[in-house]
């Protein structure tokens, strides 16, 4: 009896063991295949700073899109393509670009292109170049470069501020590893129409790399193995007699060459004026200087503002973009500098503001799950910094200059953490005063508070003496009289050198 009560457990114990392997086949079965589970790392923060597929969409839709061009790319390499015009029509479109609307619709008539006035200007370029294609003309193109992940790139325009268009041009992974090509490449040369499948124009030979043959690429050291300096050579920027603001700069917080600066502005006292003043001192005073204007997260009518008022390339991301193209527009101008730094070349960036620029990487940035003070994630800061961080001067020539305006006082928590994380980063500060603009006196410059680093290496020894014996004078006084004191007497000469020589009287 003991045996077959025994055999009889055992029995049930296997059919309870058998239907418990049902239902959990019967639960893996009803599980999401492993494509429609969430990624792992989107499975708590999927929507952290913006939702991610909306984050991505340009790149996805780039990538189906491509898929064609890119296995032609690998098929065949576009720089030995055989492609002989035979038609005398030639066609720039960097030169397209900068035409009006109404000088594209009358060159649209000459092609005779359909309805052109019912065609936006990407549009337009877009077809006057397929029209002068069909014709077997010439068609040349130039671009900035920006390598997909799939190792494909596309040359974006300057004109407008990097934005993916129809009008931009295809490079192949094959082209790129040809020719070394890097992100922030000036490239410029032939293009070919798309073929049946393809939406994009493809360069067909290289010409140029940085406005230099394609060999002269191959012997450039990398912008992280050159050696920074401090700054040895002054930017003048005393610009007229009655332009106050660029001579109180040069005296007292003289700008040089791979300097890193921060212009420290409450709302409303004129820092988008200083910037201005900055940059058309530079084009005045040494036109060699590659200078670029970085406007993130500003208002468009400032925008046209700064393209009408300084003769620079003008980049923006206007207030109503998402922070993903505040950070790809800001990556773009960082990688063309830095290639053009190491071709020797002397560059300048003016960015409006840096504060704007940390918000746009605390909101594009994976949580780390530690927050300061503000709502600010502890490595939003990094590639900021990296930003800021790459103004200097290189010993075996060309330097990189940034000038960035950082907001205080606004009432944010979260502008005066980033202020204080860029604090003592720069080797030059001008302060702006809220006082002294409320006053109407401009330029609003905290005199005791603004100054450079090592400013003797920038200012002859007898200037630099009366400079330290200025601010002897100036220091006992608030901001507002010693600006008013300052502008009093410098409207009674015509330039500095005379200023400070009537020192003395």
Not at 14 to 20: G, H, L
Not at 61 to 88: C, I, K, N, W
Not at 414 to 432: A, H, P, R, S, W
Not at 458 to 470: C, G, M, Q, Y
Request: charged share 30%; hydrophobic share 35%; net charge neutral.
């Amino acid at each position: 009896m003991p045996r077959e009560k025994h055999t009889s457990q055992s029995h049930k114990s296997r059919s309870q063991d058998r239907s418990q392997d049902r239902t959990e086949r019967q639960d893996r079965s009803e599980r999401p295949e492993r494509s429609e589970r969430p990624e792992r790392g989107n499975r708590q923060h999927h929507d952290r700073g913006g939702n991610r597929a909306e984050r991505n969409q340009d790149r996805k839709q780039e990538r189906a899109a491509e898929q064609l061009q890119e296995r032609e790319a690998e098929q065949q390499d576009f720089v030995e393509e055989d492609y002989t015009p035979t038609s005398e029509n030639k066609l720039n479109l960097t030169d397209l670009k900068q035409k009006s609307m109404q000088e594209l619709m009358e060159l649209a008539n000459s092609f005779k292109i359909e309805n052109p006035s019912n065609l936006r200007k990407q549009e337009l370029i877009f077809a006057l170049l397929q029209e002068c294609a069909s014709q077997n003309g010439q068609i040349f193109g130039e671009g900035v470069l920006e390598i997909l992940p799939d190792g494909f790139g596309f040359l974006r325009s300057p004109l407008y501020s990097y934005m993916p268009g129809p009008d931009d041009i295809y490079i192949s992974p094959s082209q790129i590893r040809r020719f070394g090509l890097r992100k922030g490449d000036i490239i410029s040369g032939q293009i070919r129409p798309p073929k049946e499948g393809e939406r994009y124009f493809a360069l067909l030979k290289v010409s140029e790399i940085g406005f230099e043959p394609p060999e002269a690429s191959k012997h450039l050291v990398l912008f992280d193995n050159l050696t920074p300096l401090y700054p040895d050579k002054r930017f003048v920027m005393e610009n007229g007699a009655e332009n106050y603001g660029s001579r109180v700069i040069d005296l007292l917080s003289p700008i040089g060459r791979g300097q890193r600066g921060l212009i420290v502005a409450p709302p409303r006292t004129g820092k988008t004026m200083m910037l201005q003043t900055i940059a058309n001192s530079i084009n005045a005073n040494h036109p060699e200087v590659y200078l670029i204007v970085l406007l993130i997260d500003e208002r468009p009518e400032e925008v046209t503002d700064m393209e009408r008022t300084v003769r620079a390339e003008v980049v923006s991301s206007t207030f109503d973009e998402p922070p993903t193209r505040h950070v790809q527009v800001t990556e773009m101008v960082l990688e063309k500098a830095k290639r053009l730094v190491e071709r020797k070349r002397d560059v300048v960036i003016l960015l409006d503001s840096i504060t704007r620029l940390g918000r746009a990487y605390n909101a594009v940035t994976p949580s780390s799950g530690r927050v300061l003070s503000g709502g600010l994630d502890a490595n939003a800061m990094q590639r900021p910094k990296r930003f800021f961080g790459a103004a200097r001067n290189i010993e075996s020539g060309g330097s990189l200059t940034i000038i960035a305006t950082a907001l205080i006082d606004t009432g944010s928590r979260m502008d005066e953490v980033i202020f204080e994380e860029f604090k003592g980063t720069g080797n030059m500060e001008i302060y702006l005063d809220r006082h002294l603009s409320e006053k109407r006196v401009f330029p609003a410059i905290d005199i005791n508070r603004s100054g450079t680093r090592k400013e003797e290496l920038l200012l002859d020894d007898e200037v630099l003496n009366r400079v330290w014996i200025l601010r002897k004078v100036l220091s006992p006084m608030n901001s507002i009289d010693s600006m008013e004191f300052l502008l009093d007497k410098m409207r009674k000469t015509k330039n500095n050198n005379e200023f400070l020589n009537i020192m003395n009287k």
